[in-house]
């Protein structure tokens, strides 16, 4: 009896040892894979970034002589020519049209993702969710240095609104459309492969996305004007576009409140505090986080079948 209970003690503990090794093994294994996802994405990004400033006597400093530029030209046309009223208004612009256009880069760059890299994907083995990833990398690489020359120029002018509590918004903001940015990237990177037309119809989407958004207007100027005066339920559909709500969230954190236009004086700004844009970032978080599941489960679906598509 007791040599029964010790075999048995003792085949239970080699079992345990099994499974605690086996547990063990898949862990490593797991880890493994997700550093070599990581070092092939942050390779391709490199690579990216490469190719485009190849040949190029300014490099990177290209991505960051962008943002002045379209300060000074945003700035003219806007304040001095149409006259628009909002002051600074190349500061109110660029805290939200940065956010846009490393959204609209990533999608666009995306797109083609798949099908420009068709040689690799027939030819070789690896974790296909890293192409999209690669575009968005590569944008928010560009986002962020954008966003330090806009940073900085707004302290060698003087304009230091965003010296406070209020730029901690920008995080949200920033979270909100990345995970936007990515259900998208992998959406339209997905289809593009079986459905070629999906680029065309990317360009058209992203151009009227740019004017549904409060970019190079204020909320103010068209929440009292037209139907959203008739239906002022509109105001909260607006708001259901994440971007709508990362734009002016971005506003608040970077230009800030207390800024008027027109006679009488009428805010930028829909509201000077700060829990009116969390409320409308937790909106945007909705439709960007099932747009971000629809969006990984059409790429792990259609993946299968890219090499024969291709």
Not at 167 to 193: C, H, K, W
Request: hydrophobic fraction near 50%; proline fraction near 5%.
């Amino acid at each position: 009896m007791c040599s029964a209970r010790t075999d048995e003690s003792d085949s239970s503990g080699a079992g345990g040892g099994m499974d605690v090794a086996a547990t063990t093994s898949a862990d490593e294994r797991a880890r493994a894979q997700r550093r070599v996802r990581w070092e092939l994405l942050l390779g391709l990004i490199r690579k990216d970034l490469k190719i485009k400033y190849q040949g190029s006597a300014l490099g990177f400093v290209w991505s960051l002589i962008n943002p002045l530029v379209l300060l000074a030209v945003y700035t003219f046309v806007f304040q001095i020519v149409l006259r628009a009223g909002i002051p600074k208004f190349g500061f109110f612009l660029l805290a939200a049209l940065l956010p846009w256009t490393f959204l609209s880069g990533s999608v666009t760059f995306a797109t083609d993702s798949v099908v420009g890299n068709a040689g690799l994907v027939r030819k070789v083995p690896f974790p296909l969710g890293v192409l999209p990833m690669t575009a968005v990398g590569f944008n928010l690489t560009h986002f962020g240095l954008q966003m330090l020359v806009l940073l900085a120029v707004m302290l060698i002018t003087g304009f230091t609104s965003f010296l406070g509590a209020q730029v901690l918004l920008a995080i949200p903001a920033i979270a909100v459309a990345i995970i936007l940015t990515v259900g998208l990237s992998y959406l339209v990177a997905g289809l593009n492969v079986r459905y070629r037309d999906t680029k065309h119809l990317v360009e058209i989407v992203l151009m009227a996305g740019f004017w549904a958004c409060p970019i190079v207007y204020s909320v103010s100027q068209i929440s009292d004007k037209g139907p959203f005066v008739r239906w002022p339920w509109l105001v909260d559909v607006y708001y259901l576009n994440p971007m709508a709500g990362v734009s002016v969230s971005m506003q608040r954190a970077l230009y800030g409140a207390g800024h008027t236009y027109g006679s009488p004086p009428t805010p930028v700004l829909p509201d000077p505090g700060y829990l009116f844009y969390v409320e409308k970032l937790a909106v945007g978080a909705i439709p960007s986080l099932l747009i971000l599941v629809l969006g990984l489960y059409v790429y792990h679906r259609m993946s299968a079948d890219f090499a024969e598509e291709l």
